[in-house]
């Protein structure tokens, strides 16, 4: 089989790889042939026995939900789409359980080495939010956070190999195609800057912070997340890579860093699994982290453009443990940054086009992430 | 299975397959989800196979036992087929196991009586 990216991902066998293999072709299957038919059902059937006791439309994607979780074709799409979910999950813990004492004995071996570039730093008093707790997000056994045996990297790992899944090698061998994609709109916007202290805020195992790394390599950078397992993992991961992150566990609402002390910070997908609680306060501790003239760059989940659309999207909501993503649709950022203490006229809202291929977007047909900046 | 296999009987750590949180329901009966659930876990589990016979396959063509243009125009000889239908019966009844055991009990006349009156019986000391 063909090796590892890096020494902290398990040796795949034959029958892994075949299970991998299975879960990609399914979702491929799912969002190719069998997603289409929702919009259908949804326009031949739902639309005209809407009206008939209506006398109008379905107008939001609340009516439109109460109407298609009935119809036995987007029942039978629903319950496959979940199932692919619960199995890209357990293809990847296979392998991985299997080798866990190892791979767990190689990071402890390889956490803060004297010859390392980066550093880990974790706190396990650090309390946990609740919208990492009260349910595993994307239905990741264990979610980010738990720990199934001292020192674990596990929750790193399984995410690193699911993510590969997710929407089939949509996002790179290195799983790093969000970070390259902020990086690419930041250097088109900002062409001239050379960010000289950047935080990644809930960097999970660092993959985005990596392309950030690697794009301005004379940066000092940082990652952070309140998961310890995924932290190890994006530590031990980075050095292995070549690519020196500071890793530390701490919750973006409130960090230990001193005021002014970045001249960049962002975020990629990482808005939509907090809460609007949390959200005014991550937007105001990057305001106070950064320096004058420093830029915020929150990127997020596409949410769609019109209520057949956003239902879809809503599918995560309430199959995908991402409770909290429905509220994103229609979310005024810039009042929820003007809420956590930035002025109005430093703020802008941008949208940005993935290249995924159909078969890489199980929800619908278009992908714009959205992208809140502001400039300090 | 090859001896290089590591899987171990019982794992040293064992990583849960469950994640927390409510698990959502999409059909009438929830019974109907967990059926499709196990449904395509084998579905899975047959595309693993098919993988590895198809790895078998290339293995022994490259070794030059044989070729799989051998296999594509093999023909059984009629013991081969007899052998084989037989054999797929069977298979079909297993899997099917679960959709015939009504007929079954009717066709054997080994009908029990309703499981509620048998506890009642014992209850009452009939039995």
């Not at chain 1, 987007?74 to 496959?80: D, G």
């Not at chain 2, 994640?19 to 989800?33: E, H, V, Y």
Request: hydrophobic fraction near 40%.
């Amino acid at each position: 089989m063909a090796k590892p990216l890096h020494p902290f991902l398990p040796e795949l066998q034959h029958d892994d790889v075949a299970r991998l293999d299975f879960v990609k072709s399914l979702r491929r299957f799912l969002s190719t042939r069998v997603l289409p038919g929702n919009a259908k059902v949804y326009e031949q059937r739902v639309i005209p026995r809407f009206r008939a006791t209506h006398g109008r439309e379905p107008a939001t994607r609340d009516e439109i939900r109460a109407e298609m979780v009935r119809e036995p074709y987007y029942q039978l799409w629903s319950a496959l789409q979940r199932r692919s979910q619960e199995m890209l999950w357990e293809a990847a813990i296979e392998p991985i359980q299997r080798e866990l004492p190892e791979l767990i004995k190689k990071a402890n071996a390889a956490v803060n080495r004297p010859d390392r570039r980066g550093s880990l730093r974790l706190n396990p008093d650090l309390p946990l939010p609740a919208y990492n707790t009260e349910m595993d997000i994307h239905i990741q056994p264990g979610g980010y956070h738990h720990e199934w045996a001292n020192d674990d990297i596990a929750a790193g790992a399984i995410y690193e190999i699911g993510v590969g899944m997710y929407m089939p090698d949509a996002w790179g061998a290195e799983g790093d195609y969000l970070g390259q994609l902020a990086v690419a709109n930041f250097r088109r916007a900002w062409p001239d800057r050379k960010p000289r202290r950047i935080l990644d805020m809930g960097c999970t195992i660092g993959s985005s912070t990596t392309a950030w790394a690697r794009a301005f390599p004379e940066a000092e950078v940082h990652g952070i997340d309140v998961g310890a397992p995924v932290l190890r993992y994006a530590h031990v991961r980075s050095e292995a890579l070549g690519v020196p992150i500071h890793f530390s566990q701490q919750n973006a609402e409130a960090t230990e860093f001193e005021p002014g002390s970045f001249d960049l910070v962002v975020s990629q997908i990482l808005i939509h699994e907090t809460s609007l609680r949390a959200m005014p306060r991550i937007f105001a501790e990057s305001r106070r982290l950064l320096a004058p003239g420093g830029l915020m760059i929150h990127m997020d989940i596409p949410r769609g453009a019109n209520p057949f659309k956003q239902f879809m999207h809503d599918w995560e909501s309430y199959n995908n443990n991402e409770g909290f993503a429905r509220f994103m649709t229609g979310l005024d950022l810039e009042a929820v940054a003007v809420e956590g203490g930035w002025q109005k006229d430093e703020l802008s809202v941008e949208r940005v086009i993935p290249n995924y291929d159909k078969s890489q977007m199980a929800y619908g047909d278009e992908y714009p992430y959205t992208v809140l900046i502001g400039n300090r | 299975m090859d001896s290089n296999r590591k899987t171990p009987a019982r794992p040293p750590i064992r990583v849960s397959r469950t994640a927390k949180g409510q698990r959502p329901q999409n059909f009438q009966d929830p019974a109907l989800d967990k059926l499709l659930g196990i449904a395509v876990s084998l579905a899975g589990e047959v595309s693993v196979l098919r993988d590895r016979v198809d790895t078998l396959e290339r293995l022994i063509e490259k070794s030059g036992l044989f070729t799989r243009k051998e296999i594509e125009s093999f023909e059984p000889g009629a013991d081969a087929r007899t052998e084989r239908a037989a054999d797929r019966i069977a298979y079909i009844e297993r899997v099917l196991l679960a959709a015939h055991r009504e007929l079954d009990e009717i066709d054997s006349g080994r009908v029990a009586r309703p499981l509620d009156e048998i506890i009642a019986d014992y209850a009452n000391r009939k039995i």
